[in-house]
């Protein structure tokens, strides 16, 4: 920091032009985001309560209900209107908060020694980093030729040390859904505890289902499921940071909480991982649940389908790449036999063109900012790079 400030104006034009080789949303460029330009009214929303602190939610009683609104919201969408949670920092916050609450469910039934989390291969690295944290050990478990777990490996892999099982409602690398109905009938019966990432397809599926996509119920109506995350700040259109975490009810948390009792506005209870946190996340998402309603979002979804399904053609037609598997929801995955997936990528980019890269697999989420014409470019770049690769190769 230098002695002496800088005027506004200088300070924003600054700002202006260094921000200006930020990759935009609008340019269709950004294929492999989980994130978007928040809706309108969620941005002018967020602006005008940037004080809100629900660190302190004495001091902000409405801004605390609009948050309980969100959850309750939220909570009906995934089937249970019991549900009780909060709007967190993100999907990583909410799934290490899931985490320690089933690690202490645990300890609460006694058991001792390392616990051990059952989750698929293709589960999120937040996982990883709640392993890290609280001493966990990971009991990955393969999945089948779609992408989802194999449910009788997770069956073989109980043991007297398991404190929680995961399965994935919207993969990362491809949108893909565990049965979580065969999950919840495995973690009931052995009395275990089963925390379902919906971090992205939470904000798809249900409006997926409502349009008639046949998807695996992945929600409370699972009566084994005891918390999902679901983040507004992914599909809901919600600005960041806006994550969230939902539990069955209220009971699961009551044991797990934190007392923080030096705060102005009086004692607060809490088991997520933040302290000050923003309230103007919360409001902006109840903002946007309320605005666009399931409708809103059937519409949204609806058109990221219908580009999902154009790039999915664009990409059967085009030689030496494919799909890695059919998209069950408006995640794309690219893989190719014959050319290095990496070589792709690099060639790509020197186009702009920002896709997320996992092993063997490039992806595309569409997002609202992806359009028909953005599609229809990426294709042709596509094609002529996989072209120029396979002559480079023969
Ligand atoms: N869970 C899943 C399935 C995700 O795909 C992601 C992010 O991509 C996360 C959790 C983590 O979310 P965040 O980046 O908001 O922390």
């Known amino acids: 920091m230098k002695q002496k400030g800088v005027s506004r104006e200088k300070i924003l034009k600054e700002l202006s032009d260094r921000l200006n080789k930020d990759l935009t949303y609008e340019s269709g460029k950004i294929l492999g985001s989980m994130c978007t330009t928040p809706h309108e009214l969620a941005k002018s929303v967020m602006t005008m309560y940037l004080e809100k602190n629900l660190g302190d939610p004495g001091l902000f009683q409405g801004a605390q209900e609009i948050e309980v609104e969100v959850v309750r919201m939220l909570g009906k969408l995934l089937n249970n209107p019991e549900s009780w949670g909060y709007i967190v920092s993100g999907g990583t916050e909410a799934n290490i908060v899931a985490m320690r609450i089933a690690r202490n469910i645990g300890r609460t039934k006694g058991k001792s020694g390392t616990p051990e989390v059952i989750l698929p291969e293709s589960a999120h690295i937040s996982f990883d980093k709640a392993a890290d944290l609280m001493g966990l050990r ?7 030729h779609e992408y989802r777990v194999k449910v009788p490996e997770v069956k073989k892999a109980i043991s007297n040390k398991t404190v929680a099982i995961v399965g994935i409602a919207g993969t990362t690398a491809l949108g893909t859904v565990d049965p979580v109905e065969e999950l919840s009938e495995i973690a009931t019966e052995n009395n275990l505890y089963l925390h379902i990432d919906a971090a992205f397809g939470g904000m798809v599926i249900p409006f997926l289902e409502r349009l008639g996509y046949k998807i695996p119920k992945f929600d409370f109506r699972n009566k084994g499921v005891c918390s999902i995350t679901i983040d507004p700040h992914k599909m809901g259109l919600a600005p960041i940071p806006a994550g969230g975490i939902l539990f069955k009810n209220q009971s699961y948390i009551q044991e797990n909480c934190f007392e923080i009792p030096y ?5 607060y209870t809490h088991p997520i991982i933040l302290g000050t946190r923003s309230g103007a996340t919360a409001i902006a998402t109840w903002a946007i649940l309320k605005h666009l ?9 609806k058109s990221c389908m219908n580009v999902t399904q154009q790039l999915e053609k664009g990409i059967e037609r085009i030689e030496n790449v494919e799909l890695a598997t059919k998209p069950v929801i408006n995640i794309v995955g690219i893989t190719s036999k014959n050319l290095d997936i990496c070589q792709i990528d690099q060639e790509l980019r020197k186009l702009k063109w920002a896709l997320g890269k996992f092993t063997n697999i490039l992806r595309v989420v569409i997002m609202p900012h992806i359009k028909t014409q953005h599609i ?11 072209k120029k690769l396979q002559e480079n190769k023969t």
């Open 138 to 144: 990971l009991i990955r478990i393969g999945i089948d």
């Open 376 to 386: 229809e470019q990426f294709l042709t770049d596509l094609e002529q790079i996989t």
């Open 263 to 267: 705060l102005a506005g009086g004692t």
């Open 293 to 301: 309603g399931i409708e809103g979002y059937q519409k949204i979804v």
